[in-house]
């Protein structure tokens, strides 16, 4: 008994300008996908206030944790008999910009690539080009915040005005934050 069915059509010619088309090689033009499959897309950027609500969510964490701290230190100065109010609150002063700055730059530098916040909503820290941050990246983008506050807050507001939602310690550090 012969094969009763007739064979399939052959497949569609490659799109005009691309001589074998994907399989042979050639990328893909831009909008083309093969069959069934929606074509790319770029990465979508998180905006202002999405990045403000995760920086809200991070401050608290970061707060609760230097109040935890700032307690632990006071007791232990004070039990010391230590009794220098602005020995104290220089200790304390250089203590929060530490536990601020391992905060994100370790988490930003992580598998997760964001922060409690940011996970919180959805958003990565990425480098332009992608890849995962580094933990010297992570640190002077970290560091770079303090030139975006300075100015006002410029900086931060940035992110609303920009055409990938950076903000200028984003800039300084390369970076973009996407959701995803």
């Not at 609500?53 to 039990?79: K, Q, S, T």
């Not at 909503?121 to 990425?126: A, D, Y």
Request: proline share 10%; net charge positive; glycine share 14%.
């Amino acid at each position: 008994m012969a094969n009763q069915y007739p064979s399939p059509p052959p497949p569609p010619p490659p799109p005009p300008g691309y001589p074998g088309g994907p399989a042979s090689g050639y990328p893909n033009p831009p909008g083309y996908s093969p069959y069934g499959q929606a074509p790319m897309q770029g990465p979508v950027y998180a905006g202002f206030w999405l990045r403000f609500v995760a920086y809200i969510i991070d401050a608290i964490v970061v707060n609760i944790a230097a109040y935890i701290l700032g307690f632990i230190v006071g007791l232990a100065i004070g039990f010391g008999g230590g009794r220098d109010a602005q020995a104290m609150q220089l200790v304390m002063g250089i203590l929060g910009i530490v536990l601020a700055w391992l905060y994100f730059a370790l988490q930003e530098s992580s598998a997760a690539s964001a922060t409690l916040g940011k996970r919180a909503l959805g958003l990565r820290v990425l480098c332009s080009d992608g890849a995962r941050l580094s933990f010297g990246r992570a640190t002077g983008r970290f560091f770079a915040k303090i030139i975006s506050g300075i100015i006002l807050m410029i900086g931060y507001i940035m992110a609303a005005f920009t055409d990938r939602k950076r903000a200028l310690h984003d800039m300084i550090a390369d970076t973009v934050v996407i959701k995803g």
